[in-house]
């Protein structure tokens, strides 16, 4: 389970993370015995058969499916309706499912596809009925480590492929993920045929539902790449991450160890940075008005991380001393304010995300995906041509320039600004750096990494510098409330020791990323 999201008041919608095989049976296929698949005392129980049938909904030219996307209605489920995402491993699937009547599909399901359907009207295309006999595999303590199921698969209407068809699915429920391949043995020596991930309804479509996804997604590049197949690379991989995470910032869901707000929020600045440090190699006019509207939507995005950060950064700050804890009900109140504060955020995020211009920038970017529009110079051999447009980054970075201090002699007791002023840029030497890795090699990929940890430590100073002066004006903001004063005073002095360190630590963290011939390759 990745957990519960939704506004205040929403239906319940539930993500859970759905990781199966699927395998192609002939008619008289006969199911071979897999008790000894299970552990010691283990048992296979054979389930009630059932019927169903679902009702797929998608637009006139299969987008959704064709990203691999469903948002179904099928008879029978407790929760009928049911919208199934990609996930990053093969054979893994975020499935959120609801309750509601047959009919049009409910608007908080249809916007969780959104970013796949980019506002088209979705329609049924497709209906299948299955006839289910399905299995539980339980060990000694009864616990379902996979389910199986045996399905026999009729289209009903849509079909442009054969009407029927017989499938296996096994989906792993407590098992551990080898029990997955223990099982697979004895059903490929029966004659099972490993399929790939081909959903029921896509196989019943046929192959306009197999079609590559309007999203282009990176591919490997040539031997000797261009400098635009590198660019073009880089926002390919930047766009898929960002709408990747989109009907997971709706559900306000975690995703890979930190929030999707977090994850969307990086993709688009990475995304924008791209496109400034690439500038001479894409069209000029066409960059700047999608760099406008991706700050509009990191802006969004911004408020919601930042007030994550906040939250995170009241517990770690009073949890900093048990010997010394600060008022437990003053910080109580603190949280309060800054969970309302997060809640206000995240409203306008939703309300961002549900706008036409947000859907404009979808269209906008998944356009880039197909069609990024280059410059002539973008036809260069990319090991000639990036490493001098990178090199501008990482010498704005080390040297400075424009009132911004460089790294090499950031002064420790220098305002938070000038600090901020770097780790900016810093940020943006980064992204120059990892988009480059794949023509520049081993020496680029150990600056990314030595960048990314002066990035992590300007990044700890930021938030710190931030959480300081949220809980100083908080105070000044209730001058008569002593307990709070005295509180955030404390805290304000926990997250000063943070930034002090921080400065203290900065020289070591950057002798190392510019140590090692790490940049010898930027000349």
Known sequence: MIGTGGRAGADRLTDMLEEERKYEVRGDFALPALGECLPPGGRVVRLPPVTLTATY???????????????????????????????????????????GSAGEPPADLV?????YSRGARLRPVVVIRTARQAYELRDGDDRVLAE???????????????????????ERKDGPRRLLDEIEAPLRQ????????????VRALGE???????????????????????????????????????????LRAPADGKTAVHRMRAATRRLRSDLRTFAPLVRADWSRSLRAELKWLADALGAARDAEVLRDRLRRTADADPLCPPDAPVVARLDAQLAARHERALTGLDEVLRSQRYLTLVEA?????????LTPRAGSRADRLLPRLVSRRWRRLAYGGKGV?????LDPDAPDGRWHAVRLNGKKARYAVDAVVPVAGGAAKKLAKALAGV???????????????????????HPDDHALALTAGRLFERERTVVRAVRADFPRVWRRATGGRRTDWLS
């Not at 916007?111 to 970013?115: F, K, Q, R, Y």
């Not at 201090?405 to 002699?409: H, L, M, R």
């Open 57 to 99: 909904f998608d637009a006139p030219d299969l987008r959704l499916a064709r990203a691999g996307v469903s948002l179904r209605h099928r008879d029978g489920d407790r929760e009928p309706w049911t919208v199934k995402l990609p996930a990053e491993l093969p054979g893994v699937r975020h499935e959120i499912s609801r309750a």
């Open 111 to 115: 916007a969780l596809v959104s970013a």
């Open 148 to 170: 199986l199921a045996d399905d026999t698969v009729t289209v009903l209407d849509g079909a442009t492929a054969p009407s029927t068809f017989r499938e296996i699915e096994v």
């Open 190 to 201: 029966g004659g099972a045929t490993v399929t790939g991930f081909t959903p029921k309804h």
């Open 208 to 250: 306009a539902a197999s079609a590559p996804a309007d999203l282009v997604p990176p591919a490997d590049l040539p031997r000797r790449p261009t400098g635009g197949d590198v660019v073009s690379a880089a926002i390919r991989r930047s766009v898929g991450r960002m709408l990747s995470y989109d009907p997971l910032v709706r």
């Open 365 to 373: 970017l998944v356009q880039a995906t197909r069609d990024p529009l």
């Open 405 to 409: 201090d460089g790294a090499g002699d």
């Open 455 to 477: 990035q992590d430590l300007l990044g700890e100073h930021q938030d710190a510098v931030v959480a300081a002066e949220t809980w100083r004006d908080i105070a000044r903001a």
